[in-house]
């Protein structure tokens, strides 16, 4: 179910067999194999930043996006503070000063930098990052080979979260210098070369039938804590389609006055609409007849076939009424995705539910700041289901919960169609 399309786009692609990491419960541990994927992930957010000038890595645009050196620098930190600081005493670290500089939101953890002055911090340079990712990268892997095997008990669990943690982030920096970019009247381009993958959604819809079945964490794999517990849940009769929704069918949208509709929105959507002047998706302009919008690829024609994406969740509800249709639950999703039954279920865009983000039955977060990772965030959000192309490939799987507020749109989010049948 990986995101093979995710990542063949940019510049420095390279082969991830070796990746998701090794299985925590193999014996002997193969060290290895685990500081190969460590260098992988690690490696892979280098690549990413590579387009990018040191004034590019430097920018934030809004407070919901950081800089990119920021997030080179804060995935170094999770692992520097959760394994290094936490379990080796010997271990000498970096610059205290930049624990306060980089640090997002774990409370327990200590103070922080404001969110919306992130891009103030213009030192450490970006070169110097690269100092302190080198650092902290000669120390995990250092650990790694000599710990002992009990050790590694604890260690390997807080380096697989950090190793997804910083894939996290990896999609962050795409989609946050994307934001960037668009504000430059020059529609910079991240990659010349970058195009959507083709699209392969099949047609029709997926019939799903009355009864109780289970969603979440089966086991197998690594999860993050929100997935989980594993729990029974009662399926009401409804279908779901196999297609994502598509420009050209957004375009119907907008010429039928699906902005200017009141009828169709949601109250807080409305109020936003009208407070932001949104007119269109997230990044479209109007150019002559057309639109135009910003991808990672620079100004582009809106292409009719392809998903449409960088939308809210006001707007996927607003359309889903137009259409007489709604957003599928997250068990629906879950469901026909796991039996294979969506086309572009992964890959191309986050799809929004209309399901809120909360925690499952029987949900515990992780002792320790590291339980502030998702449950404190389980409030005033919906969920999303799926991955994009900006996901870092091995990174996607069917039981993963996303979650954004219902005005956020400069992630690649979109939709499919589905109907409950009460």
């Known amino acids: 179910m990986a995101a093979s399309a995710a990542i063949s786009h940019f510049p420095g692609s390279f082969d991830r067999a070796a990746f998701p990491p090794p299985r925590l419960d193999a014996r002997p541990v193969d060290r290895e194999a685990w500081i190969a994927a460590f260098r992988m992930v690690r490696d892979e957010t280098e690549q990413r930043a590579a387009p990018l000038s040191p004034e590019d890595q430097q920018v934030q645009s809004m407070e919901d996006a950081s800089p990119t050196k920021w997030h080179r620098a804060h995935t170094t930190w999770f692992f520097e503070q959760f394994l290094l600081c ?61 710990a002992s095997d009990q050790a590694l008990e604890t260690i390997l669990p807080i380096l697989e979260i950090g190793l997804y943690h910083e894939q996290q982030h990896q999609e962050l920096m795409l989609t946050d210098i994307l934001h960037a970019f668009a504000q430059n009247p020059l529609g ?64 119907a949208f907008i010429a039928d006055g699906g902005y200017a ?17 949104w007119e269109a998706p997230g990044y479209w302009r109007r150019t002559g007849d057309g639109w135009s919008s910003m991808t990672l690829g620079g100004i582009s024609p809106i292409d009719p076939a392809q998903p449409v994406t960088h939308i809210s969740y006001y707007e996927a509800d607003a359309f889903a009424r137009w259409s007489g249709r709604d957003l599928p639950t997250e068990a629906e999703w879950e469901i026909a995705a796991r039996d294979g ?50 996901t870092s490939e091995g990174h996607a799987r069917v039981g993963y919960r996303n979650f954004f507020y219902a005005h956020q749109r400069w992630q690649f989010t979109g939709l499919r169609l589905a109907d409950a049948r009460v």
């Open 261 to 277: 509709r009141a009828e169709l929105w949601l109250s807080d959507g409305w109020v936003k609409l009208q407070s932001e002047g």
């Open 86 to 146: 936490a379990l080796r005493p010997d271990y000498r670290i970096y610059d205290e000063r930049l624990h306060y500089l980089f640090n997002s939101y774990y409370v327990q953890a200590g103070p922080r930098q404001p969110r919306f002055m992130r891009g103030m911090i213009t030192r450490p340079t970006a070169m110097e990052t690269q100092g302190y990712r080198a650092h902290v990268d000669r120390a995990i892997e250092a650990l790694l080979r000599e």
């Open 188 to 251: 910079p381009a991240y990659d010349e070369a970058w195009r959507w993958p083709a699209s392969e959604g099949g047609k029709g819809r997926v019939e799903l039938s009355r009864g109780i079945t289970q969603i979440g964490h089966d086991g197998e794999g690594f999860a993050f804590d929100n997935e989980s517990p594993r729990h029974d849940v009662l399926v009401l009769p409804a279908t779901i389609d196999r297609a994502l929704v598509t420009n050209a069918q957004w375009l």
């Open 341 to 390: 039954l969506l086309g572009d279920a992964f890959g191309h865009v986050w799809q929004w539910t209309r399901s809120a983000y909360g925690a499952y039955p029987g949900y515990r977060p992780l002792p320790g700041a590291l339980g502030e990772y998702n449950g404190k965030f389980m409030s005033n959000q919906y969920v999303l289901r799926g991955s994009s192309v900006a």
